[in-house]
């Protein structure tokens, strides 16, 4: 028996993150959100639309990154996640190398 019938694509859902690839349906959570390329960074979920320490609004979200304020990139939760511009997180970052440094 032929099944000659083509599985409808579910045309619908684009990546939240990069609204560049389509999401990919499988899973929960972040995975029906999301395209296999964005879910590794679950955090850029809660990227904001502008840098929170110099208040700059980029032209594209690439300008901006999510900081983790602990450093440590498995801490997703909303209270360590910083949306900062690339100067201002290459900034930050330094900054914490010193110190770390320094201790
Ligand atoms: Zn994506
Ligand atoms: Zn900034």
């Not at 028996?1 to 990069?18: L, S, T, W």
């Not at 032209?59 to 901006?64: H, S």
């Not at 900081?67 to 360590?80: F, S, W």
Request: aromatic fraction near 8%.
């Amino acid at each position: 028996m032929k099944v000659g019938r083509k599985k409808r694509r579910n045309k619908g859902d684009m990546c939240v993150i990069c609204n560049k690839y389509p999401v990919r349906n499988k899973g929960n959570g972040i995975w029906g959100k999301t395209c296999i390329y964005c879910h590794r960074k679950p955090y850029l979920l809660f990227r904001k639309t502008f840098c929170e320490e110099c208040g700059f609004i980029p032209k594209y979200t690439c300008q901006l990154d999510v900081h983790h304020i602990d450093g440590n990139r498995l801490n997703n939760n909303v209270n360590n996640l910083k949306t900062l511009c690339a100067n201002c997180h290459r900034l930050i970052s330094y900054e914490q190398s010193l110190e770390r440094a320094a201790a």
